[in-house]
């Protein structure tokens, strides 16, 4: 039986991991994203879909597109991160899924029922977002995930000619503890569970 990772693995995941306003000149490298990406693979999804699909806005332009679909308060976070990813989520995930799911014939469940293919990618690329966060602050990194962006817009801008669909976006590089507020309160366990 696997035990109980300690408290500071626990603290840099969890209870004092933040989400950052803004980020530190540090760098970020596609080495960094590279292992961003094989580590939050590993997450579980239904029938191991794996819908997400990301888009790394690394270069200033890239940023500055980018920017250009979200809100003022957002464009200033997105053109000034080391990095900016567009979680998005593939409408045609299942045609991968000979290769993911190889022990049965999984495409049929899904091909022409838009509305269980919409619920699919979107439940499980937002589960694959979770676990980008996850498996930054793991690699020592520190995120901004947000909404406030049009949608239409960055999926003209980043999607066009594709299946893909934009979920939602994060900033990424090393948190600069200024521009974060004090910690907000969170729900009591009695508040938000039910023991049957």
């Known amino acids: 039986m696997a035990e109980s990772l300690n408290d500071d693995a626990l603290d840099r ?13 540090e760098p970020v490298g596609e080495a960094q994203l590279r292992a961003i990406w094989d580590l939050m693979k590993w997450g579980p999804t239904s029938a191991n879909q794996e819908p997400a699909r990301i888009v790394w806005c690394v270069s200033q332009e890239a940023k500055d597109k980018l920017a250009a679909c979200a809100s003022a308060t957002n464009a200033a976070k997105i053109a000034k991160a080391p990095v900016a990813a567009v979680i998005g989520m593939d409408m045609e ?5 000979p290769k993911l799911f190889p022990h049965t014939d999984a495409r049929p469940w ?19 977002g979770a676990y980008f966060i996850v498996a930054a602050r793991m690699l020592g990194l520190d995120t901004g995930p947000m909404s406030g962006f049009d949608p239409a817009k960055v999926n003209e801008a980043f999607f066009a000619g594709t299946t893909y669909k934009v979920n939602f976006i994060s900033t990424l590089g090393h948190g600069d503890p200024e521009s974060i507020f004090g910690r907000l309160p969170r729900l009591d366990f009695e508040e938000a569970n039910t023991i049957l």
């Open 13 to 25: 995941i969890f209870r004092t991991a933040r989400t950052y306003n803004g980020f530190t000149d």
């Open 93 to 97: 995930f299942y045609e991968k899924l």
């Open 110 to 128: 899904f091909i022409g029922n838009d509305a269980l293919i919409h619920e699919s990618a979107f439940r499980n690329s937002t589960l694959q």
